[in-house]
């Protein structure tokens, strides 16, 4: 059975940081494609980064966050981690984990992704 939780969000001053990680059980073994999704208020859910374990851990972000966001997985640990710079208040939002796989490729359609943590809440103020 797949178990993410994922912890680290709170409250941050516009321009600050922020660490996320999701610590995943043995069920997600095979789960070689690890995401972070943002559902912002009032939008959908979006896909802002992922990392394929299994592909020299290739990652690719959303537009929105490419270079101020950095996903990484430590092995070891079987956790993902997500960390948020120079952060702007379009940025708020529950972050969820979640995991695909054995895949080729990361999508991006949530729709695709078998598990999904309960979310952490970041506020940007």
Known sequence: QVQLVESGGGSVQVGGSLRLSCVASLGTVMSNCMAW????PGKEREEVAAI???SRNSTSYARSVKGRFTISH???KNTLYLQMNNLPPEDTGMYYCAVDGPVAFCSDYPSDFGG???GTQVTVS
């Not at 999704?37 to 912002?40: P, T």
């Open 52 to 54: 394929l374990t299994t």
């Open 74 to 76: 430590d092995n070891a």
């Open 37 to 40: 999704f943002r559902r912002a």
């Open 116 to 118: 999904w943590g309960k």
